[in-house]
């Protein structure tokens, strides 16, 4: 029988894969490019059939390599749970949430309590980010993203998609009315990512002359201070619309096109932390 790959091998095919590239799958495996590029020769050798084209910095994976990633998944994870394996059935749990500041203060916060209340013995970490971070193999780490991403190796749960609409506070609308044609440009606050669109229906929109704020929650902020009149997400600016502090302008929304998504690696979909975390949050993802 021919001898197994070692297991740095099979982690640095790993990296790269979910990475698409030598010099990340390095960082995260805290070794050279060099490294990863022999360790990938090696697996190519033993596989028999090449597993990556080069695209300049950039690797993809070949239809041999994709098969592969797809059959080691499972089998890794097993390997990583059977050498962790946990004696003290009463430890905490480590759970580790990557999102965005705005998703994390509108969606998993308010209703953060009950989670806890009925997972007690799972410790939660919620880091925020605003790049699309790559899953780590093998570890309880779980995200929730909102528009669109790489869903290659991932199980991906769903919202409805979201409603983009335009809100201000009562006094900033009570001096620019509701009429978007008559709104100044440089009272229209933009978001980095989420441009105001040209028309909306068939009024045509002045050019957005007004602050630019990467972050959806500081741009709610600045509308909430009456800064100007912005265009968000409807499950961001719930909150303000029940409370007055922010009012919807009539007839000023749209479909976004865009979906907030739950997302964590396929073979560590049965994790009891993942799937606690999973079965909590769906019903506030859907509502």
Request: glycine residues 4%; neutral net charge.
């Amino acid at each position: 029988m021919k001898h197994l790959p070692p297991l740095a091998v099979l982690q640095a095919f790993e990296a790269a894969a979910r990475l698409n590239s030598f010099s990340r799958a390095a960082a995260e495996r805290h070794l050279t490019p060099g490294a990863i590029s022999r360790h990938i020769q090696t697996l190519t050798h033993w596989y028999g059939a090449p597993l990556f084209t080069r695209h300049g910095p950039q690797v993809t994976l070949t239809p041999e390599g994709r098969d592969l990633q797809s059959r080691l998944g499972a089998p890794m994870q097993a390997l990583y749970e059977a050498l962790s394996h946990d004696t003290q059935p009463d430890r905490e749990t480590p759970l580790t949430l990557l999102t965005l500041p705005s998703i994390a203060e509108s969606l998993i916060l308010p209703n953060l309590a009950a989670f806890h209340d009925r997972h007690p013995h799972i410790r939660l970490s919620i880091q925020t980010q605003y790049a699309m971070m790559s899953l780590p193999p093998a570890l309880p780490v779980v995200a929730v993203r909102y528009g669109a991403f790489d869903e290659a190796g991932l199980s991906v749960h769903r919202s409805p998609e979201e409603t983009h609409l335009a809100v201000a506070a009562p006094d900033w609308i009570s001096r620019h009315g509701s009429d978007p044609t008559n709104w100044p440009p440089h009272s229209m606050l933009r978001h980095t990512d989420t441009a105001w669109p040209a028309r909306l229906g068939k009024l045509r929109l002045p050019r957005p002359e007004g602050l630019e704020i990467n972050d959806a929650a500081l741009l709610l902020s600045a509308a909430r201070k009456g800064l100007g009149v912005i265009w968000t997400r409807q499950r961001l600016a719930q909150a303000d619309l029940h409370a007055g502090t922010l009012q919807s302008i009539s007839d000023c929304h749209a479909p976004s096109g865009r979906f907030y998504a739950l997302v964590y690696r396929s073979e560590l979909s049965q994790h009891p932390a993942i799937a606690a975390f999973r079965d909590w949050l769906l019903p506030h993802l859907s509502a």
